[in-house]
Protein backbone atom coordinates (compact mmCIF):
# COMPACT_ATOMS: atom_id res chain seq x y z
CA UNK A 1 0.00 0.00 0.00
CA UNK A 2 2.67 2.42 0.75
CA UNK A 3 5.60 1.24 -1.76
CA UNK A 4 4.31 4.99 -4.15
CA UNK A 5 5.68 6.65 -1.24
CA UNK A 6 8.24 9.53 -3.01
CA UNK A 7 11.54 10.51 -1.40
CA UNK A 8 11.82 13.70 -0.03
CA UNK A 9 14.75 15.73 0.68
CA UNK A 10 13.99 18.85 2.92
CA UNK A 11 16.44 21.53 3.67
CA UNK A 12 15.00 23.03 7.14
CA UNK A 13 16.35 26.38 6.49
CA UNK A 14 17.57 26.73 10.18
CA UNK A 15 20.70 24.66 10.09
CA UNK A 16 19.72 21.72 11.43
CA UNK A 17 21.93 19.05 9.79
CA UNK A 18 19.13 16.01 11.12
CA UNK A 19 16.72 14.33 8.72
CA UNK A 20 14.46 11.96 9.45
CA UNK A 21 12.50 8.53 7.60
CA UNK A 22 10.12 6.35 8.36
CA UNK A 23 11.02 2.68 8.78
CA UNK A 24 9.36 0.97 6.53
CA UNK A 25 8.81 -2.00 8.43
CA UNK A 26 8.42 -1.12 11.73
CA UNK A 27 6.75 2.82 10.87
CA UNK A 28 8.88 4.39 13.69
CA UNK A 29 11.20 7.81 12.81
CA UNK A 30 14.98 7.20 12.18
CA UNK A 31 17.03 9.92 12.27
CA UNK A 32 20.48 10.57 9.87
CA UNK A 33 22.74 13.11 8.72
CA UNK A 34 21.44 15.46 5.78
CA UNK A 35 24.92 15.61 4.62
CA UNK A 36 24.96 12.45 3.26
CA UNK A 37 24.24 12.48 0.04
CA UNK A 38 21.27 11.09 -2.04
CA UNK A 39 22.88 8.28 -3.45
CA UNK A 40 24.26 8.22 0.12
CA UNK A 41 21.23 7.29 1.65
CA UNK A 42 20.27 4.83 -0.35
CA UNK A 43 23.18 2.80 0.09
CA UNK A 44 23.35 3.33 3.75
CA UNK A 45 19.70 2.73 4.39
CA UNK A 46 19.38 0.20 1.63
CA UNK A 47 16.45 -2.53 1.03
CA UNK A 48 15.29 -2.17 5.11
CA UNK A 49 13.92 1.44 4.39
CA UNK A 50 12.70 1.60 1.02
CA UNK A 51 10.22 3.52 1.04
CA UNK A 52 9.89 6.59 2.89
CA UNK A 53 9.19 9.85 3.78
CA UNK A 54 12.48 12.52 4.55
CA UNK A 55 11.15 15.38 7.25
CA UNK A 56 13.49 17.95 8.64
CA UNK A 57 13.97 17.66 12.00
CA UNK A 58 12.51 21.00 13.08
CA UNK A 59 9.83 20.84 11.60
CA UNK A 60 9.00 18.12 14.35
CA UNK A 61 10.26 19.47 16.72
CA UNK A 62 8.13 22.71 16.83
CA UNK A 63 5.20 20.64 15.79
CA UNK A 64 6.25 18.61 19.05
CA UNK A 65 6.25 21.51 21.23
CA UNK A 66 2.30 21.83 20.14
CA UNK A 67 1.56 18.66 22.02
CA UNK A 68 -1.87 18.16 20.82
CA UNK A 69 -0.66 17.89 17.00
CA UNK A 70 2.33 15.87 18.39
CA UNK A 71 0.84 12.32 17.18
CA UNK A 72 -1.82 13.61 14.51
CA UNK A 73 -2.04 12.84 11.26
CA UNK A 74 -3.10 15.85 10.36
CA UNK A 75 -6.88 15.86 9.71
CA UNK A 76 -7.30 19.64 9.42
CA UNK A 77 -4.47 19.22 6.72
CA UNK A 78 -6.41 17.22 4.58
CA UNK A 79 -10.30 18.49 5.88
CA UNK A 80 -10.11 22.11 5.15
CA UNK A 81 -10.29 24.47 2.17
CA UNK A 82 -7.06 26.71 3.32
CA UNK A 83 -7.56 30.73 1.86
CA UNK A 84 -4.32 31.87 1.08
CA UNK A 85 -3.85 36.05 0.17
CA UNK A 86 -1.73 37.67 -2.05
CA UNK A 87 1.22 38.13 0.55
CA UNK A 88 1.31 34.21 0.63
CA UNK A 89 1.46 33.89 -2.77
CA UNK A 90 3.77 36.42 -3.34
CA UNK A 91 6.14 35.13 -0.69
CA UNK A 92 5.49 31.45 -1.99
CA UNK A 93 6.27 32.73 -5.79
CA UNK A 94 9.03 35.33 -5.15
CA UNK A 95 11.28 34.45 -2.34
CA UNK A 96 10.17 30.66 -2.60
CA UNK A 97 10.54 29.72 -6.08
CA UNK A 98 7.63 27.75 -5.98
CA UNK A 99 5.19 27.76 -8.94
CA UNK A 100 1.50 29.30 -8.61
CA UNK A 101 0.13 26.37 -10.34
CA UNK A 102 1.74 24.16 -8.31
CA UNK A 103 0.32 25.42 -4.70
CA UNK A 104 -2.80 27.24 -5.46
CA UNK A 105 -5.96 26.95 -6.50
CA UNK A 106 -9.75 28.89 -6.92
CA UNK A 107 -12.42 27.01 -5.05
CA UNK A 108 -16.03 27.59 -5.62
CA UNK A 109 -17.67 28.75 -2.69
CA UNK A 110 -21.08 30.37 -3.76
CA UNK A 111 -22.05 29.77 0.13
CA UNK A 112 -19.56 31.65 1.89
CA UNK A 113 -18.72 28.70 3.78
CA UNK A 114 -14.58 28.78 3.03
CA UNK A 115 -14.51 32.70 2.79
CA UNK A 116 -16.16 33.07 6.27
CA UNK A 117 -16.47 36.55 5.20
CA UNK A 118 -12.81 36.54 6.25
CA UNK A 119 -11.08 35.77 2.98
CA UNK A 120 -12.11 37.70 -0.33
CA UNK A 121 -13.97 36.42 -3.17
CA UNK A 122 -12.73 36.64 -6.96
CA UNK A 123 -14.25 36.33 -9.95
CA UNK A 124 -13.02 35.12 -13.50
CA UNK A 125 -13.43 35.82 -17.14
CA UNK A 126 -14.43 32.07 -17.56
CA UNK A 127 -17.03 32.01 -15.06
CA UNK A 128 -18.38 36.01 -14.21
CA UNK A 129 -21.05 34.73 -11.92
CA UNK A 130 -19.30 32.46 -9.19
CA UNK A 131 -17.11 33.69 -5.99
CA UNK A 132 -13.79 31.93 -6.21
CA UNK A 133 -11.38 31.68 -3.08
CA UNK A 134 -7.98 31.46 -3.85
CA UNK A 135 -6.41 28.61 -1.47
CA UNK A 136 -3.67 26.23 -1.18
CA UNK A 137 -4.49 23.17 -3.54
CA UNK A 138 -5.08 19.51 -2.33
CA UNK A 139 -3.99 16.64 -3.83
CA UNK A 140 -4.68 12.58 -3.43
CA UNK A 141 -3.29 11.36 -0.12
CA UNK A 142 -1.69 8.02 -0.60
CA UNK A 143 -2.32 7.18 3.37
CA UNK A 144 -5.88 7.10 2.67
CA UNK A 145 -6.59 6.40 -0.55
CA UNK A 146 -9.76 8.05 -2.13
CA UNK A 147 -9.51 11.15 -0.32
CA UNK A 148 -7.37 14.43 -0.45
CA UNK A 149 -4.95 16.20 1.73
CA UNK A 150 -2.98 19.89 1.44
CA UNK A 151 -0.17 19.41 -0.82
CA UNK A 152 2.62 20.31 1.75
CA UNK A 153 1.33 18.04 3.95
CA UNK A 154 3.80 15.11 4.31
CA UNK A 155 2.42 11.54 5.61
CA UNK A 156 4.16 9.11 7.34
CA UNK A 157 3.55 5.69 8.13
CA UNK A 158 1.02 4.10 10.28
CA UNK A 159 2.35 1.82 13.53
CA UNK A 160 0.80 0.65 16.60
CA UNK A 161 0.94 3.57 18.20
CA UNK A 162 -0.35 5.80 15.23
CA UNK A 163 -3.13 4.12 13.54
CA UNK A 164 -3.33 6.92 11.00
CA UNK A 165 0.25 7.35 10.68
CA UNK A 166 1.46 10.98 11.16
CA UNK A 167 1.15 14.27 9.12
CA UNK A 168 3.95 17.51 8.96
CA UNK A 169 3.65 19.95 7.07
CA UNK A 170 6.80 20.41 5.05
CA UNK A 171 6.42 24.79 4.77
CA UNK A 172 6.17 24.48 8.67
CA UNK A 173 8.30 28.27 8.71
CA UNK A 174 6.47 29.87 5.62
CA UNK A 175 3.34 27.89 6.04
CA UNK A 176 -0.04 30.35 5.15
CA UNK A 177 -1.29 32.86 7.68
CA UNK A 178 -4.18 31.22 7.69
CA UNK A 179 -2.52 27.98 9.06
CA UNK A 180 -0.34 29.76 11.86
CA UNK A 181 -3.84 31.05 13.47
CA UNK A 182 -5.85 27.83 13.55
CA UNK A 183 -7.68 27.18 15.77
CA UNK A 184 -8.30 30.25 17.10
CA UNK A 185 -10.02 33.76 15.67
CA UNK A 186 -10.08 37.25 17.06
CA UNK A 187 -12.74 38.65 19.61
CA UNK A 188 -14.35 41.84 18.41
CA UNK A 189 -11.86 44.29 19.70
CA UNK A 190 -9.11 42.34 17.79
CA UNK A 191 -7.29 42.03 21.31
CA UNK A 192 -8.18 38.39 22.51
CA UNK A 193 -8.07 34.73 20.70
CA UNK A 194 -11.05 32.61 20.43
CA UNK A 195 -10.95 28.82 20.60
CA UNK A 196 -12.78 27.33 17.81
CA UNK A 197 -14.63 24.57 19.21
CA UNK A 198 -13.08 21.54 16.75
CA UNK A 199 -15.92 19.34 15.59
CA UNK A 200 -14.94 14.84 15.51
CA UNK A 201 -14.44 15.27 11.71
CA UNK A 202 -14.02 17.96 9.44
CA UNK A 203 -16.15 16.37 6.10
CA UNK A 204 -17.54 13.29 5.39
CA UNK A 205 -17.17 10.83 8.34
CA UNK A 206 -14.00 9.75 6.71
CA UNK A 207 -11.42 8.88 9.38
CA UNK A 208 -8.60 10.56 6.90
CA UNK A 209 -10.89 13.82 7.93
CA UNK A 210 -11.30 13.36 11.63
CA UNK A 211 -9.83 16.45 13.50
CA UNK A 212 -8.24 16.89 16.87
CA UNK A 213 -8.29 13.83 19.06
CA UNK A 214 -9.52 16.19 22.12
CA UNK A 215 -10.50 20.13 22.42
CA UNK A 216 -7.89 22.83 22.62
CA UNK A 217 -7.25 24.58 25.75
CA UNK A 218 -5.34 27.87 26.37
CA UNK A 219 -2.51 26.40 27.81
CA UNK A 220 -1.83 24.63 24.11
CA UNK A 221 -0.89 28.02 22.55
CA UNK A 222 1.69 30.67 22.75
CA UNK A 223 -0.97 33.36 23.93
CA UNK A 224 1.68 36.47 22.16
CA UNK A 225 2.64 34.38 18.92
CA UNK A 226 -1.26 33.47 18.89
CA UNK A 227 -2.55 37.06 18.96
CA UNK A 228 0.35 38.16 16.54
CA UNK A 229 -0.44 35.31 13.90
CA UNK A 230 -4.16 36.28 13.96
CA UNK A 231 -3.23 40.20 13.49
CA UNK A 232 -1.45 39.75 10.96
CA UNK A 233 -3.60 36.99 9.40
CA UNK A 234 -6.68 39.82 9.67
CA UNK A 235 -4.61 42.76 8.07
CA UNK A 236 -3.12 40.58 5.17
CA UNK A 237 -6.86 39.38 4.47
CA UNK A 238 -8.32 42.72 4.38
CA UNK A 239 -5.87 44.21 2.36
CA UNK A 240 -6.33 41.14 0.14
CA UNK A 241 -10.18 42.00 -0.42
CA UNK A 242 -9.16 45.59 -1.20
CA UNK A 243 -7.28 43.85 -3.88
CA UNK A 244 -10.20 41.94 -4.73
CA UNK A 245 -12.59 44.74 -5.07
CA UNK A 246 -9.74 45.98 -7.60
CA UNK A 247 -9.72 42.56 -9.45
CA UNK A 248 -13.53 42.49 -9.98
CA UNK A 249 -14.17 45.68 -11.21
CA UNK A 250 -12.53 44.14 -14.25
CA UNK A 251 -12.09 40.18 -13.86
CA UNK A 252 -9.46 38.55 -16.08
CA UNK A 253 -8.83 35.16 -16.67
CA UNK A 254 -7.46 32.84 -14.16
CA UNK A 255 -4.39 32.13 -15.90
CA UNK A 256 -3.45 36.12 -15.38
CA UNK A 257 -4.09 36.08 -11.44
CA UNK A 258 -0.55 35.47 -10.60
CA UNK A 259 1.34 37.61 -12.69
CA UNK A 260 -1.55 40.62 -11.26
CA UNK A 261 -1.09 39.46 -7.44
CA UNK A 262 3.15 39.58 -8.09
CA UNK A 263 2.62 43.30 -9.62
CA UNK A 264 0.53 44.73 -6.64
CA UNK A 265 2.54 42.86 -3.97
CA UNK A 266 5.92 43.99 -5.88
CA UNK A 267 4.56 47.65 -5.81
CA UNK A 268 4.03 47.43 -1.76
CA UNK A 269 7.15 49.85 -0.49
CA UNK A 270 6.83 53.45 -2.44
CA UNK A 271 9.51 55.11 -2.18
CA UNK A 272 8.35 57.91 0.34
CA UNK A 273 7.14 60.57 -2.10
CA UNK A 274 3.54 59.31 -2.97
CA UNK A 275 1.01 58.66 0.37
CA UNK A 276 3.63 59.25 3.06
CA UNK A 277 1.54 61.19 5.51
CA UNK A 278 -2.21 60.33 6.82
CA UNK A 279 -3.61 63.65 4.80
CA UNK A 280 -2.11 62.10 1.51
CA UNK A 281 -4.00 58.14 1.81
CA UNK A 282 -7.46 57.74 0.50
CA UNK A 283 -9.31 56.18 3.20
CA UNK A 284 -8.94 52.98 1.43
CA UNK A 285 -5.32 53.44 -0.81
CA UNK A 286 -7.66 52.01 -3.12
CA UNK A 287 -6.13 54.58 -5.58
CA UNK A 288 -2.54 53.60 -5.65
CA UNK A 289 -3.62 49.90 -5.13
CA UNK A 290 -5.04 50.82 -8.83
CA UNK A 291 -2.48 52.46 -10.05
CA UNK A 292 0.19 50.01 -8.74
CA UNK A 293 -2.02 47.43 -10.95
S1 LIG B 1 0.46 24.52 4.53
FE1 LIG B 1 1.09 23.07 6.12
S2 LIG B 1 -0.13 23.61 7.95
FE2 LIG B 1 -1.12 24.56 6.15
S3 LIG B 1 -2.70 23.10 5.48
FE3 LIG B 1 -0.82 22.67 4.30
S4 LIG B 1 0.29 21.10 5.45
FE4 LIG B 1 -1.25 21.98 6.82
S1 LIG C 1 -6.34 18.01 13.42
FE1 LIG C 1 -6.01 19.16 15.35
S2 LIG C 1 -4.50 17.96 16.53
FE2 LIG C 1 -4.43 17.24 14.38
S3 LIG C 1 -2.76 18.48 13.43
FE3 LIG C 1 -4.72 19.54 13.06
S4 LIG C 1 -4.88 21.03 14.74
FE4 LIG C 1 -3.34 19.50 15.36
Redesign the pocket.
Known amino acids: MYRSWQMYFLNSGMGSSDFAGCDDKSGRVVWFDSRLSDPDVKRVLGDRFKPFLIISRSSVRIRSQMG ?2 DS ?1 H ?4 RSFAVPISGADIHQFTQYQNKNFWDFACRWEDSEGLISRNLAPHFFFEDAPDVPFVICLKHIPSVSFPGTTKCRFLMECLPDDDHPKGL ?1 RCSIYHSRPHTCRS ?2 AKLNDDSELAILYE ?1 PTNGRNGEPAYD ?3 RQWTPADLDPNETIQSLVVAKYEMTFFKKIAVIWNQNPGPWNSFPEFINIIYANRISSGQVGNSSQDQSPDDSESLSNAA
Open positions: ICCSGCCGFPILCP
